[in-house]
C-alpha cells in the first residue's frame, strides 16, 4: 500500500498537476480574450546606423484581469495550438496598420515602418496574403511601411510556398526580416532565394558580446552573411552603450533594445519619438 502511495504522489506531482491547471485556466481565458479586449500591442522603437528611428516592433501584451500581463512567450504557443493565433494574428495586424495609416498623414512621422510579428501558422493559412491585402487596403496603410518578421523554421518547411507567399506580398511593397536568427536552422542556399530585406540577430548572441568571443564571432559573422547577401543586420535585445558601440563597429545597420526604449504603449511612444520623456 505504502509502494502504491509513493507512485500515486509521484503521478499526481503536485508541480505538474499545477502546471497542467495553469495552461487550461490560460487556455480558456484566451478563448475569449479578443472578445473582452483584453490584447493590447506595445511598440518598441528600431533604430538606424546613425541611431535615427527607423520604424517600431509591434509587441503584444494579454492584460488578463486576474494575472495582469501575461507575456506572449506564454500564450502565442497556446493561441498556435488552440488556432486562436488566427484571429489574434489578424487583430494584431488590423491594429498594426491601423497606426502606420494614420502616421503616414503626420510628416514627422510618415517614414517610420511598423513590423509585425507572424507565426508559422498564420503565415500558411491559405488566405494570408490576401488577408494582409484586404487590412491593409482596410487601414489605407502603405504597404511599403510594413514590414513582416518570420523565423527560421518558418522559412524550411515548405520553401516553394513560402517564396510564393513572400514574393506575393513583396510585389506590394511589403518587407520581410528573418527574427531570431543564428538560433534555427537557416539553410543559406534558401537564403539567398528569399525575398528578404533584414535579418534579426537575436537577442542571446547580444547579451554577452563583449565577455564571450564565440557570441561576438557569431554577430561578426551574421554582419557579414547579411552584407554579402545585401541584407540588413539587425541587433536585438541592445541594452547598453558598450553593445551598441561594439555593434557600430561590426558594421550592424540596426539596434533595438532596452537602451534605447522599453516597448512601449501607443500614446507613451508618440511622446517618447517626440523627444518628450514617454
Ligand atoms: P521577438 O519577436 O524576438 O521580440 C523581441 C522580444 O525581446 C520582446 O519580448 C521584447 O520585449 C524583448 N526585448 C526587447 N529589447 C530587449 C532588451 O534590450 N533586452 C531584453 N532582455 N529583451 C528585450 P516580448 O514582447 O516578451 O515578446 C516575446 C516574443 O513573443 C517575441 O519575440 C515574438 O516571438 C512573440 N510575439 C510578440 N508579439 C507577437 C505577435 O503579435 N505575434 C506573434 N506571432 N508573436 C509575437
Ligand atoms: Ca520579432
Ligand atoms: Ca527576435
Ligand atoms: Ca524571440
Not at 494579454?62 to 489578424?90: C, D, K, N, Y
Not at 487596403?137 to 511599403?144: H, Q, V
Not at 517564396?163 to 538560433?183: K, N, P, Y
Amino acid at each position: 500500500a505504502k509502494r502504491a502511495g509513493r507512485s500515486t504522489l509521484r503521478f499526481f506531482d503536485p508541480q505538474m498537476q499545477r502546471a497542467v491547471d495553469e495552461r487550461a485556466q490560460l487556455e480558456a481565458g484566451l478563448r475569449d480574450a479578443l472578445a473582452h479586449r483584453e490584447f493590447l500591442l506595445v511598440y518598441q522603437p528600431v533604430m538606424g546606423p546613425g541611431e535615427e528611428v527607423r520604424g517600431v516592433e509591434a509587441l503584444v501584451r494579454w492584460a488578463h484581469p486576474q494575472r495582469g500581463m501575461v507575456s506572449p512567450a506564454q500564450f502565442i504557443p497556446l493561441a498556435e495550438e488552440t488556432g486562436l493565433i488566427l484571429p489574434l494574428g489578424r487583430w494584431v495586424l488590423h491594429t498594426a496598420c491601423s497606426l502606420l495609416a494614420q502616421w503616414q498623414h503626420q510628416s514627422a512621422r510618415a517614414h517610420l515602418t511598423v513590423a509585425v510579428n507572424v507565426s508559422s501558422r498564420q503565415f500558411r493559412d491559405a488566405g494570408f496574403v490576401d488577408e494582409v491585402l484586404r487590412v491593409l487596403a482596410e487601414t489605407g496603410a502603405p504597404a511599403a511601411r510594413l514590414k513582416l518578421e518570420l523565423t527560421e523554421s518558418l522559412l524550411v518547411e515548405d520553401v516553394p510556398a513560402t517564396i510564393a507567399t513572400m514574393e506575393a506580398l513583396c510585389a506590394h511593397g511589403v518587407g520581410f526580416a528573418l527574427d531570431d536568427f543564428g538560433t534555427g536552422y537557416s539553410s543559406l542556399a534558401y537564403l539567398k532565394r528569399m525575398p528578404l530585406a533584414q535579418l534579426k540577430i537575436d537577442q542571446s548572441f547580444v547579451r554577452d558580446l563583449l565577455s564571450d568571443p564565440s557570441d561576438a564571432a557569431i554577430v561578426r559573422t551574421i554582419i557579414a552573411l547579411a552584407a554579402s547577401l545585401d541584407l540588413e543586420a539587425v541587433a536585438e535585445g541592445v541594452e547598453t552603450a558598450e553593445q551598441r558601440e561594439w555593434l557600430a563597429a561590426a558594421g550592424c545597420s540596426g539596434y533595438q533594445g532596452y537602451h534605447f526604449s522599453r516597448p512601449l504603449p501607443r500614446d507613451r511612444l508618440e511622446r517618447w519619438l517626440d523627444g518628450a520623456p514617454p
